[in-house]
């Protein structure tokens, strides 16, 4: 290449490279901000006063003047129990709130908000009874499984829909009330009029007063209703001799460990040998005092008996849980679950 024709390049790249600096030179830029605060998210109490699904909990918030709470700082995380769940426990209206003790629903509701954001993310997997503090100064405890979409719980309660954010924190929304009793597991019981003949049976055969102790039990209760379909009453317990009948009697319901329903999802036996065999069941012990034959509950959930040398069948008894408003109550040293049917009678404890 001749010199001239070297400097008429040099000249036309000089000048391209000029007119693009100047071209970026010139250019305004706005300034990047990463992880910018979304300023459209609302607080917890405005978010859930404008969700229809939560008509009914908005009302018990505002009755109680939680609502103002939820309009602080936080952070907070709110496990919001949709209108659904309180029509499993009969209200319907929110004037059904007026009708309630102010004070106690005052706390079952703060028993529904975590003092800190709590995402799904915070929780670890194939885990149960994780425990986060409450606006009530007791711990909810939260299980999650494989699948955050379809085993996440609080109490046993599921997390149906999750981590929607908050500009104080975040919601959860949960399909059942959950319950708590400050109490323990024999007050709880013998708080409930629908299980005197129950309370009844436990006291005659030296059961109820280990309730009032650490713990921690969980209790499968029978409602009277089991016992009026067997013609049982509270004075045919009275005068039962407990000398007579085995321990698996009465012995059956209670169990010395603590568990919800949705453990039992989350943490299930790898399977093998069946319903009730201790590879398959979640849940099979030696009935104390008794053990020659075990109590447990079976891959299908029901609550059963069984010999303890047997693996699998025959059982000798199995009954249902209760409807799930019943189930998961949980109490400051236990937790108790409603069933459906008595599972051991008299006659096939008795002691030839």
């Known amino acids: 290449m001749r010199t001239n024709d070297r400097i008429k390049s040099k000249i036309i790249i000089t000048g391209i490279a000029f007119f693009m600096l100047s071209a970026i030179l010139s250019c305004k830029h706005e300034k990047v901000t990463l992880f910018e605060p979304n300023l459209n998210l ?18 018990a918030l505002k009755i109680t003047n939680l609502s103002d709470v939820l309009k602080g700082p936080g952070p907070f995380t709110v496990f919001a129990p949709s209108d659904l769940a309180f029509n499993k426990m009969g209200i319907r209206n929110t004037s059904d709130f007026q009708k309630m003790n102010l004070d106690s629903l005052r706390d079952a509701l ?5 003092t800190q954001r709590l995402s799904s993310m915070d929780v670890t997997t194939v885990t149960v009874d994780n425990p986060f503090n409450t606006l009530a100064g007791v711990p909810v405890l939260l299980g999650l499984g494989n699948s955050v979409d379809n085993d996440f719980y609080i109490n046993g309660s599921k997390i149906s829909r999750r981590d929607l954010d908050l500009s104080n924190g975040i919601l959860h929304t949960i399909d059942k009330v ?10 709880y019981l013998e708080s409930q009029k629908k299980y005197s003949i129950f309370v ?3 006291k005659k055969f030296g059961l109820l007063d280990q309730l009032d102790t650490t713990g921690p039990w969980t209790v499968m209760a029978l409602p009277n209703s089991a016992f009026t379909k067997l013609n049982l009453s509270k004075e045919d317990i009275e005068k039962m001799d407990p000398a007579s009948f085995k321990k698996q009697l009465f012995g059956t319901y209670i169990f010395k460990l603590q568990f919800f329903e949705s453990d039992l999802f989350i943490l ?10 201790a590879s398959g069941a979640p849940i099979r012990v030696p ?7 075990s109590h447990g509950i079976s891959g299908h959930h029901r609550l059963f008996v069984i010999k303890t040398d047997v693996p699998n069948y025959p059982i000798v008894a ?18 108790v679950h409603e069933i459906q049917d008595v599972v051991i009678t008299p006659e096939m404890a008795r002691i030839n």
């Open 42 to 59: 609302r607080p917890a109490s405005e978010f859930i006063n404008n969700n229809y699904e939560f008509k009914l909990f908005n009302a």
């Open 110 to 114: 703060k028993y529904h908000i975590v």
């Open 178 to 187: 959950i319950k708590y009793h400050s109490g323990t597991v024999k007050s």
């Open 200 to 202: 009844a049976a436990l």
């Open 268 to 277: 299930p036996k790898p399977g093998g040998s069946g319903y009730y065999d």
């Open 287 to 293: 009935i104390p005092g008794d053990e020659e034959y």
């Open 318 to 335: 199995e009954t249902e849980f209760g409807l799930a408003d019943n189930i998961d109550l949980f109490n400051k040293n236990g937790v």
